[in-house]
């Protein structure tokens, strides 16, 4: 038996997957995850993570324990999104939240086209504004948020892409946050 043998365990790779980042339902280690929760929360909370499975939503990830004050063991390095960007997630997880508030809708999942993202942006600019610019920083942020996962391209037709709001956004980004983030923009939008 190999040294690698001897020291992993049958959830190794499950917890090297969380690591990294979000586990989809579709993964190789989604049933380890599924049937060794206990074993992986207890593994990980020795360095200050919690795990946490959105077993409906099909995906899991962790997160840091905090104290009272929010700091972390700083095991995870906390990124600077900036304030398009953020404008971008706020406007994702709103459209999320409608369609999750719509019981008429039989599908399960929210999709979103790049255009449909910048017209809902298009509210939030002052008049006068450079439209082909907007065009152009909107792609770069929107691809932004699609390197953070929050959106996940299905498909892409001439000059339209077609996204998949990925459920997470309803972790990151919680109703306090959303309604700070509002309070903050609307007091922006008042001083401009």
């Not at 962790?62 to 972390?72: A, L, M, R, Y």
């Not at 065009?135 to 001439?158: A, C, H, P, T, W």
């Not at 997470?168 to 903050?184: A, C, N, R, V």
Request: proline share 2%; glycine share 4%.
């Amino acid at each position: 038996m190999s040294t690698l043998e001897q020291n992993t365990t049958p959830y190794s790779k499950a917890i090297v997957k969380l690591l990294k980042g979000v586990v989809e339902r579709s993964s190789n280690v989604w049933d380890d995850i599924i049937n060794y929760q206990i074993e992986i929360q207890e593994y990980i909370s020795k360095i200050g993570l919690e795990l946490i499975v959105k077993k409906d939503d099909g995906f899991a990830f962790v997160k840091q324990f905090e104290d009272n004050e929010g700091k972390t063991l700083g095991l995870v390095q906390r990124r600077q999104i900036g304030f398009e960007t953020s404008i971008v997630l706020v406007v994702l997880r709103q459209s999320l939240e409608e369609f999750d508030s719509n019981p008429t809708q039989l599908a399960t999942e929210k999709f979103i086209t790049d255009a449909e993202i910048k017209d809902e942006l298009e509210l939030f600019l002052q008049e006068g504004y450079n439209k082909l610019k907007f065009q152009k920083d909107m792609d770069n942020y929107i691809k932004r948020v699609v390197e953070f996962g929050y959106l996940k391209e299905i498909s892409k037709k001439d000059n339209e892409t077609k996204y998949q709001i990925h459920r997470i956004i309803k972790e990151k980004i919680t109703p306090d946050i959303l309604q700070e983030f509002k309070t903050k923009l609307q007091a922006y939008v008042e001083s401009v």
